[in-house]
T-cell receptor
Framework: GAVVSQHPSWVICKSGTSVKIECRSLDFQATTMFWYRQFPKQSLMLMATSNEGSKATYEQGVEKDKFLINHASLTLSTLTVTSAHPEDSSFYIC???????????FGQGTRLTVV | QKEVEQDPGPLSVPEGAIVSLNCTYSNSAFQYFMWYRQYSRKGPELLMYTYSSGNKEDGRFTAQVDKSSKYISLFIRDSQPSDSATYLCALGGGYNFNKFYFGSGTKLNVKP
């Protein structure tokens, strides 16, 4: 199957700093990328949907000024957690979609710990 | 009411057992029914999907969709220790076509 690379796989940062997470589709062009957040023993919660070259669409309750999403090309989307706080600690996962609804491939996830 | 409900388990079975994993949903507009497998600290990987109703079989895995009951199932035959993982159902292709709603996942442990 197609490969989606997410980097870094884990990061520890100090409270108040910003962290950038990258999501790359390695062997296909992703028309749409999705960012999810997953708490322990809970499901993936969709945070936002991004299409290349346009502003991301955020889900209700997700602060767009805190979770900045940039989808500058068809193979790269970034999520920046700004002014991170301990409650932002979570597992963040991206997925990239080829355009067919059944072809959404997930990255490996990023474990963010804010201390 | 959640869009998708899934029993979180954990479910522990002996090797070789038949495993049944299930989800119920509330929105009749869903058209795509997916099953993902997620190992600890990894992203989910697609196991199989079904479009609309019916059954689909792939090796030891069978996915069933009953749209009248809004109930989907994943059966694993001859379960193996390597099947131990968390299984998530995901439903999509509804009013917001590309948006998927995930179940909370069922943790499966297959004991040797």
């Amino acid at each position: 199957g197609a490969v989606v690379s997410q980097h870094p796989s884990w990061v520890i940062c100090k409270s108040g700093t910003s962290v950038k997470i990258e999501c790359r589709s390695l062997d296909f062009q992703a028309t749409t990328m999705f960012w999810y957040r997953q708490f322990p023993k809970q499901s993936l919660m969709l945070m936002a949907t991004s299409n290349e070259g346009s502003k991301a669409t955020y889900e209700q309750g997700v602060e767009k000024d805190k979770f900045l999403i940039n989808h500058a090309s068809l193979t790269l989307s970034t999520l920046t957690v700004t002014s991170a706080h301990p409650e932002d600690s979570s597992f963040y996962i991206c997925s990239a979609n080829t355009g067919r609804v059944t072809e959404a491939f997930f990255g490996q996830g990023t474990r963010l710990t804010v201390v | 009411q959640k869009e998708v409900e899934q029993d979180p388990g954990p479910l522990s079975v002996p090797e070789g057992a038949i495993v049944s994993l299930n989800c119920t949903y509330s929105n009749s507009a869903f058209q795509y029914f997916m099953w993902y497998r997620q190992y600890s600290r990894k992203g989910p990987e697609l196991l199989m999907y079904t479009y609309s109703s019916g059954n689909k079989e792939d090796g030891r895995f069978t996915a069933q969709v009953d749209k009248s009951s809004k109930y989907i199932s994943l059966f694993i035959r001859d379960s193996q220790p390597s099947d131990s993982a968390t299984y998530l159902c995901a439903l999509g292709g509804g009013y917001n076509f590309n948006k998927f709603y995930f179940g909370s996942g069922t943790k499966l442990n297959v004991k040797p």
